[in-house]
């Protein structure tokens, strides 16, 4: 070893390294107790994991409404019509609005999955946060809405989690 060089040698496993590498290539352990260790990643909590579990939760049971509503579309216009007659609505506009219905529940679906993968990516803070509140305000269920309320308070208390 060239002792007037910017050569070292790592005390854990021997590994020659320079002298101004924090990290040892080799084993990966710390070089010198006195540095500074700089900046570090971000705390990877649970927050985030949460959110995407409640968010990814609320996608399958909204894609699952949707979906059941689509395949039995005239069982669902009957109820409809039933609900509608006192108000003088037709079956064409009861179908209408059960497709509507059907697609709307489909799409929040999208949108909470997609909230929920980026949340578990770490990655992209404010499009998940996005994400929920549109599905927030969205989901004509309360208790999806309720769930995404609480997504959007763990990704907010979690914000430390994602990557900047």
């Known amino acids: 070893m060239d002792y007037g060089s910017d050569l070292g040698f790592c005390p854990s496993c021997g590994a020659d390294v320079n002298v101004n ?14 540095q500074d260790p ?7 909590g649970n927050r985030a994991r949460l959110a995407f579990i ?9 894609l699952w409404m949707g979906a059941s509503t689509l395949m039995d ?5 009957q109820e409809v019509l039933a609900e509608l007659e006192d108000f003088g ?6 179908e209408q609005f059960v497709l509507f ?4 529940m489909i799409a929040t679906a999208a949108i909470s999955l997609i909230g929920g993968a980026l949340a578990l990516t770490r990655k992209f803070w404010l499009g998940a946060m996005i994400c929920a509140v549109l599905v927030t305000l969205t989901t004509p269920i309360f208790l999806f809405s309720a769930g995404a309320v609480l997504a959007i308070f763990f ?8 990557a900047s």
């Open 54 to 62: 409640i968010l990814a939760v609320v996608g399958v049971f909204l």
């Open 101 to 104: 219905y059907a697609y709307a």
């Open 89 to 94: 609505f037709d079956e064409a506009f009861a």
């Open 73 to 77: 579309t005239d069982a669902v216009v």
């Open 21 to 34: 590498e924090t990290f040892c290539r080799v084993c990966g352990n710390r070089l010198y107790a006195d």
């Open 155 to 162: 990704l907010w208390r979690g914000k430390n989690e994602f």
């Open 38 to 44: 700089g900046p570090t990643a971000p705390a990877r």
